[in-house]
DNA sequence: ATGGCAGGAAGCTCCTGA
């Protein structure tokens, strides 16, 4: 079983390259973040012509999230137990016997910015109803955007981003306590190359630089850990003419 | 150098992202 996660940055935009990506590398998951897409617009016919079936959760202009798969997926989630959200983050459903919780994590704009108070709050509530999803669910699998870079080898350059947001020791303990729920971050089950990123400022020519970050995972639950065969990111999507600034993630399950 | 680049909605500029 293949599972990936992807923020597209608009699904309108990048259908074009996720319908080609879905076509060459078969995932049987795939979970999608900042869609900006309302439901209402959702491309499911196209989606489900390249043989997926199509969970979302979008809103108009930001944030919205989806899964495919090629099984169908079941007892879908579309909210964060507990926390009242206008935001769509979260989509959780069950695909071939994994509960598979998508999410997209709020950026926090700054370690000064309400938006990062509002992040903190948003993982320990994840962090709860994940808590629980692990008691009904022992093999589950948690992809997204985090927003995080859990180590200072996922960041190009730890002394520059030492305290800010996306690095700061608060939302890195975040990252740690969901770990400690029993989750691995797929990613580092494997030898990787050093310099290993998923995102990339579009300035500066940070992608032609290798400025990046490593902050979209693939969390799995020790039931799943041992299942997993590989993990990699998909760093030629970022390429591409007129790319997501994000790469996918792929991790391989027996 | 708080710059730069991209998407969206609006409408010739602004907000947000990371």
Request: charged share 25%; proline share 5%.
């Amino acid at each position: 079983m293949r599972l990936a996660t992807w923020n597209v940055n608009s699904l309108k935009v990048r259908l074009t390259h996720l319908l080609d990506w879905l076509g060459r590398e078969r995932p049987d998951l795939v979970c999608l973040q900042e869609t900006k897409t309302e439901d209402a617009n959702f491309p499911a016919p196209e989606i489900e012509r390249a043989g997926y079936h199509a969970l979302f959760s979008g809103q108009k202009l930001y944030n919205g999230v989806a899964i495919l798969a090629r099984v169908a997926p079941s007892d879908a989630v579309t909210v964060l137990p507990g926390f009242a959200d206008e935001q769509k983050r979260v989509l959780a459903a069950t695909v071939d016997g994994v509960r598979v919780v998508c999410v997209y994590v709020p950026n926090g704009e700054s370690v000064e910015s309400d938006k990062y108070r509002y992040k903190l709050a948003w993982l320990a509530a994840l962090r709860h109803w994940l808590g629980q999803e692990l008691q009904r669910h022992p093999q589950l699998a948690l992809l997204g955007d985090y927003n995080i870079a859990p180590e200072e080898r996922d960041v190009h350059d730890p002394r520059l981003w030492q305290g800010r947001v996306l690095f700061s020791e608060p939302e890195r303990a975040a990252f740690r306590a969901l770990l400690d729920l029993g989750l691995k971050d797929s990613f580092r089950l494997f030898e990787q190359p050093d310099r290993s990123f998923s995102w990339w400022d579009y300035r500066m020519n940070a992608f032609r630089r290798n400025l990046g970050l490593r902050i979209d995972h693939i969390l799995v639950s020790d039931g799943l850990a041992n299942r997993a065969r590989a993990s990699r990111i998909d760093k030629a999507m970022r390429a591409l003419e007129r790319p997501s600034d994000h790469a996918p993630v792929i991790t391989e399950l027996v």
